[in-house]
């Protein structure tokens, strides 16, 4: 559900999933996660539909677009490096991801943002700190975070007047890095240093920075970290996703780098939005309400997830479903091995277990007929500075029709429509 940089706690409540800057920039653009496009393009069969050119490429941007050479140019480097095929319809997906999060621009301006950021910094601070170092810490906690924000590194230029000035997301980045490093360092000389030692081992800044999505295609700094093609430290790796060619390396990655079976650009839209394979998982849960007469949530997650994306304990209701129609139609499946099952949801590999062999063995017998491989997931994408929420289907068709541009230019303006 990841609206442009700030899928933060401070000022998001999407579940982590979107953006804030795109949103309040680029005409309420949202973001978040697509897959790797590896349906076959009948319209692109002969060699001259690969891009070898980075001038090629370099057309096919929309011509609005500043330095579209370089921007084509990073673009073909970074698919040649990743191994991705560049044909039409793979540039035509990361050019219409990147213009739908960013308008093709590395690090861009964001309206009232330092005042946006202080607003909601004063009101979810305090809550943070109880969740992360319990009550009788986090308050104490809390009031020396505000104090340092108010009064460091001093009063004329304290951290909360250079918050009020930043015009960029990077800007507010290099502030919060700033704070949670002077807070850091006071914790070992302050007498609460015996109690919060254990949270400031585990890097503090890093872990409540609530810039957690980075340039112009809008990934995750976690993402980017498990996928680190080098070993600089992360504020160096978010400094590098500020740059135009960071921003589309790991957004490249995360767009691409895995297998789907999808025959609609929508789905692959959808799940850059609301998380791999959620338009498949979404899809699974239909069956499922179809076969138990339910009506379910089908945001295509099928376990739950805390803020860190660790499944829980808890079962979700799709767990619960399952347990119940495997139960009704004596089939001997464990509750354990359901969960083992579910645990492979965000892979290619879950479509192989028993779980889901079983589900659709049973749909088929039941209705006759092979379900739906994917559907359009239903996830809310809301936030504090929204007009209103909007949803996964929202941002699906708004980058499938950059997307649709995209292969018309590639066509030469004639018209297409992969569907």
């Known amino acids: 559900m990841n609206v442009y940089g700030m899928n933060i706690g401070f000022l998001l409540k999407a579940a982590g999933r979107i953006t804030l800057a795109g949103m309040l920039l680029w005409s309420l653009s949202a973001c978040k996660e697509y897959t790797n496009w590896s349906g ?71 309206p009232d943002l330092g005042n946006s950021a202080i607003k909601a910094f004063q009101t979810e601070v305090p809550q943070k700190f109880v969740r992360q170092f ?25 951290f909360l007047v250079q918050m009020r000035s ?12 700033q704070i949670f490093t002077y807070v850091a360092k006071q914790f070992y000389a302050d007498s609460i240093a015996s109690a919060a030692a254990k949270f400031i081992g585990k890097d503090l800044g890093e872990e409540n920075n609530p810039i957690t999505t980075i340039g112009s295609m809008q990934v995750s700094v976690k993402y980017a970290r498990q996928y680190q093609r080098d070993h600089t430290s992360v504020n160096e ?23 789907a079976n999808y025959d609609n650009a929508q789905y692959r839209f959808a799940d850059y939005n609301s998380g791999m394979y959620s338009s498949r998982n979404a899809a699974f849960q ?18 739950l997830y805390d803020k860190d994306d660790n499944a829980q304990s808890m079962p979700s209701q799709t767990e619960t479903a399952l347990n119940q129609l495997f139960a009704d139609h004596g089939m001997a499946m464990q509750p354990e091995q359901i969960r083992a099952d579910l645990l492979q949801e965000k892979q290619a590999e879950f479509e192989d277990t ?3 062999q079983n589900v659709i063995s049973l749909y ?22 929204l007009s209103k929420d909007y949803n996964t289907n929202w941002y699906a068709t708004n980058v499938t029709r950059r997307y649709d541009a995209c292969m018309r230019r590639s066509d030469g303006g004639k018209h297409h429509r992969k569907r």
Request: glycine share 4%; proline share 6%; hydrophobic share 35%.
């Open 286 to 303: 239909q069956d499922i309400n179809k076969l138990l007469n339910l009506n379910m949530s089908l945001d295509g997650d099928l376990l």
């Open 40 to 110: 076959t393009d009948e319209n692109s069969l002969d060699n001259s539909q690969i891009f070898i050119q980075p001038a090629q490429i370099s057309r096919l941007i929309p011509v609005r677009v500043a330095q579209r050479d370089a921007w084509a140019a990073d673009i073909s480097q970074i698919m040649d490096e990743l191994k991705i095929s560049k044909t039409r319809e793979n540039v035509c997906s990361v050019i219409a991801v990147v213009d739908q999060e960013s308008n093709f621009v590395a690090n861009p301006t964001v």
């Open 134 to 158: 319990g009550p009788a810490l986090g308050p104490a906690v809390s009031r020396y975070f505000t104090y340092v924000l108010l009064n460091k590194p001093s009063k004329e230029n304290s």
């Open 166 to 177: 930043v015009k960029t997301e990077q800007q507010l980045d290099l502030i919060y890095r």
């Open 354 to 356: 028993a779980t889901y």
């Open 364 to 385: 088929k017998r039941q209705f006759g007929k092979n379900p739906p491989y994917a559907i359009m997931p239903q996830v809310v994408i809301s936030g504090p500075k």
């Open 237 to 259: 790796l978010r400094d590098y996703m500020y740059t135009r060619e960071g921003g589309l390396y790991y957004g490249i990655h995360r767009l691409m780098k895995y297998p």
